[in-house]
Structures are given as structure tokens and as C-alpha cells.
């Protein structure tokens, strides 16, 4: 069964998560600097089936969208032209970085670890996919 695939991307660095092969948990997969993004992703596709990229999409608290929803928007035609036949689910990723901060002081992650952005990256997107998830349900 393919994968369901979650992006939080970002102006720099974006996060992926992944599904295991019967979309029953989903867990992070890596940090990729977002110029590096489509070929890391075309790269994957080849290695592992995938049946929808869920995207991280940036909200303000009033449901608008915020600054950096014009870049995710780019990102996602990109992604549209690079893999026309998967297909695309828009997320609201809204309080995804500070739940994925949470995540890491609960579990007892070190300060340096915290403090790596790429970490909260890539539980960002692991907290979106699981959202997703739960909201097919």
C-alpha cells in the first residue's frame, strides 16, 4: 500500500513525514533544505510508493492565510507539475511548531536538540500528517 507524505515547508528548510506502508502511523522522516525539495522527493517516489502528498498549509488565527502562504502556494504548483498524478491535500498547520516543541520537552529532548530547528521541522510535519489522519477517520 503506498505512503501518505507531509510537508511543512518552509522559506528554508521544510520537514517531511511519512506513513508506514499500511497508513497506520505516521513518523518523521527528514529535515531537507527546501531548494533540495522536489529532487529529494523525486528520489523517494522512486524508492517508495506514495498516494498523496499532504502539505502544511500556513494560517493565520482568524482562518486567513498568512505571509509565508504564497511561497507554500508556489511550492505546491511545482509539486503539481513534478508528480501530475499524486495527489495533493492542503493541511492547516496552525500551532504545528509550538505542538512540536511541546512533543520534544515531554519526551525529555535536550536543549541542543530543541534548539535545532530542523528537529521541530520534521515533528512539525509528522503532527500534520497525523491531523490528517485522524481527520479521514
Known sequence: ?????????????????????????????????????????VAYAQREPIEAFIVGMPKRLDNTESENAARVKAFIKLLRKKFPEIPIHEHDERFTSSMALQAMIASGSKKGDRREKGNIDKISATIILQSYMEGRR
Do not use: N
Open 1 to 41: 500500500m503506498p505512503r501518505l507524505l507531509a510537508i511543512d515547508y518552509g522559506s528554508k528548510r521544510t520537514g517531511i513525514a511519512v506513513t508506514d506502508p499500511l497508513q497506520i502511523i505516521a513518523t518523521a522522516l527528514e529535515t531537507v533544505r527546501s531548494h533540495d525539495l522536489l529532487s529529494y522527493l
